[in-house]
Nanobody
Framework: EVQLQASGGGLVQAGGSLRLSCAAS????????IGWFRQAPGKEREGVSC????????YYTDSVKGRFFISSDNAKNTVYLQMNNLKPEDTAVYYC????????????????????WGQGTLVTVSS
């Protein structure tokens, strides 16, 4: 059974940091793109950052560039999202997802529905 387990969310003050983890089981990362998406109340889900496990290419949405950093530990089947200098507008439920044979860019732009979704983890940034 394929599972994506997201963790690491919480409450943090503006300017603070959090690290999200997405642990995958039931499949290996080979040829997958793994991504983080978020959905704030009343807003559509958006791609935040994605990584291609095969070539390491990455995608970041403009609003997080220079603040968020995605990395992959293929041996542990885990993807991390380091979030620095958090802002109140980063408040959302963050989801991880996996998609086979997809580039990080395509996944980030949500050109198609990913193969697998994990449950969300809530990130709340207070001002």
């Amino acid at each position: 059974e394929v599972q994506l387990q997201a963790s690491g969310g919480g409450l943090v003050q503006a300017g603070g940091s959090l690290r999200l983890s997405c642990a995958a089981s039931g499949f290996t990362f080979d040829n997958y793109a793994i991504g983080w998406f978020r959905q704030a109340p009343g807003k559509e889900r958006e791609g935040v950052s994605c990584i291609n496990s095969s070539d390491g290419s990455t995608y970041y949405t403009d609003s997080v560039k220079g603040r968020f950093f995605i990395s992959s530990d293929n041996a542990k089947n885990t993807v991390y999202l380091q979030m620095n200098n958090l802002k109140p507008e980063d408040t959302a439920v963050y989801y991880c997802a996996a998609d086979l044979w997809t580039t990080a860019q395509a996944m980030g732009h949500m050109t198609r529905r990913p193969d697998y979704w994990g449950q969300g983890t809530l990130v709340t940034v207070s001002s």
